[in-house]
Structures are given as structure tokens and as C-alpha cells.
């Protein structure tokens, strides 16, 4: 029974994923490219997180919070290029 929980976690997961790929293919204006990013960035996230309690290991979270680091970064860096037009001073 759990199993199916988490199938039913992850398919959720990964039509959020196709729904962001989506937007940020089809959004007229950058910030809404920049926010769905994001939001596949937490998604791609939980997947990891997910697979990580499936399979029992810890080394998943590890890459999890990685991959958040990069994801804050990767929004800050695009949010100051749109402001100022630079990311480094």
C-alpha cells in the first residue's frame, strides 16, 4: 500500500515538473520563465527527496539540500541580472 503512495507522489511530481517545462517554454515574460524554474527546482527536489526515503539511504538529502543551495542562487543571480543588468559588481 505505501508503495503506491509514493508512485502516486511521484507521478504527481512529475506532471508538475512537465506543467513547469511547459510554462517556462511558453511564458511572454522572463519572470514567469524565472518563477517556474524555481518552482521546478522544489519539485525536482521533492522527487529526490522522495526517492531517498524509498530507497532508505541519506546520501538523496545530501543531494536534495544541494540542490536547493543552487536553485536559491540560481534565482538570486537571475533576479539581480533582470534589476541591474549585472550579477557580479
Do not use: Q
Not at 511530481?13 to 517556474?36: G, Y
Not at 522544489?42 to 541519506?58: D, K, R, S, Y
Not at 542562487?73 to 557580479?88: C, E, K, P
Amino acid at each position: 500500500m505505501i508503495e503506491y503512495a509514493y508512485a502516486f507522489s511521484f507521478v504527481c511530481f512529475a506532471l508538475a515538473l512537465l506543467m513547469n517545462l511547459w510554462k517556462v517554454l511558453t511564458a511572454t515574460e522572463i519572470t514567469d520563465r524565472i518563477l517556474a524554474l524555481d518552482t521546478m527546482f522544489i519539485n525536482a527536489i521533492a522527487m529526490v527527496v522522495l526517492f531517498g526515503v524509498l530507497l532508505g539511504t541519506e546520501i538523496f538529502f545530501e543531494a536534495a539540500l544541494i540542490m536547493a543551495m543552487l536553485g536559491f542562487i540560481s534565482t538570486v543571480a537571475y533576479a539581480r541580472f533582470l534589476l541591474r543588468g549585472n550579477i557580479i559588481e
